[in-house]
């Protein structure tokens, strides 16, 4: 199963299992946190077993640690693997970050210096993971806070870059770009025209913020409000370019009532030209 190309979906949290249990709210698919799933037989892995009855399921990882030069946890990405097979996972994502150095995790996305010996060691990653997968990695544009003096090559063309070395795709998070533009001063429809369009195979949206932080000037990808109207307008401006792809609304903190989530997916499909989505898994 595959996303649809006008398909609209929302984050699932544990918030709203009973929402998509009992209601069925009228989106195409979800979109899960993997790590969260990965006690198999466990409340949370149950809740999504049901889900996934009437909903396709993506799996987004945040752990994967795909340019760490220590490799990929074995151990992690066959757990991956695992919730991937148990749902029928439709598109699995990760993101251009690292996490783990020296046997140790650490609880955020890290960046990275954009050079020729990083995009070995994410190369390297990717193909091992795609292997294990048996379909191609999308790969996540990061938010960005601030940039290394050590890179050199820009990040779209990083992206470029390894989309033709290992036949990954990409899922432009348009929030995170908007983010970036703003905290780095880059153009965004530059960017976008430095990717490779056909290598786009999801959309994310999300809310952020300024930061709070004395003398900061920063947006923060908080996840914690409704999208934006920049957003929105960026958005709609990337649709109008590449054309319709599978978008997501993701929502992880100061979480609203699920209908709140819904109409912000309804209105994506507003601007992917459809009136409302087309939710038929029964």
């Not at 466990?42 to 760490?68: D, M, N």
């Not at 996305?109 to 997968?133: K, M």
């Not at 952020?208 to 958005?235: C, F, M, R």
Request: proline content about 6%; aromatic content about 6%.
């Amino acid at each position: 199963m595959r996303l649809p190309a006008s398909g609209v979906g929302v984050g699932l949290r544990s918030l709203h299992y009973d929402d998509f249990l009992r209601d069925r709210p009228e989106v195409d698919w979800l979109e899960v946190h993997a790590e969260n799933y990965f006690g198999r037989g466990g409340i949370h892995h149950q809740a999504l077993r049901a889900i996934a009855e009437h909903y396709p399921i993506a799996v987004h990882g945040v752990a994967l640690s795909l340019a760490s030069g220590d490799g990929i946890d074995g151990d992690h990405l066959d757990r991956l693997a695992s919730l991937v097979d148990d749902v029928g996972g439709c598109a699995v994502s990760e993101h251009l970050a690292w996490s783990r150095f020296g046997g140790r995790y650490f609880n955020d996305l890290l960046p990275l210096p954009l050079t020729e010996e990083t995009l070995d060691v994410l190369s390297q990653n990717v193909e091992r993971a795609q292997a294990r997968f048996r379909q191609p990695l999308l790969i996540e544009n990061p938010a960005g806070y601030c940039a290394f003096e050590e890179s050199r090559i820009p990040e779209a063309e990083f992206l470029a870059n390894l989309v033709r070395r290992t036949g990954c795709g990409l899922l432009l998070d348009v929030n995170n770009l908007y983010v970036t533009a703003a905290n780095l001063g880059i153009d965004p429809l530059g960017y976008l025209a430095a990717l490779p369009s056909d290598a786009i195979a999801e959309l994310h949206l999300a809310g952020h913020e300024p930061s709070h932080a004395p003398g900061a000037s920063l947006l923060i990808d908080t996840h914690a409000q409704p999208v934006s109207a920049g957003v929105w307008d960026l958005y709609a401006t990337v649709v109008a370019r590449i054309g319709p792809r599978p978008t997501l609304v993701e929502w992880d903190t100061n979480l609203p009532p699920a209908g709140v989530l819904v109409a912000e997916a309804h209105r994506a499909a507003s601007i992917l030209g459809r009136r409302t989505p087309d939710h038929a898994m029964g």
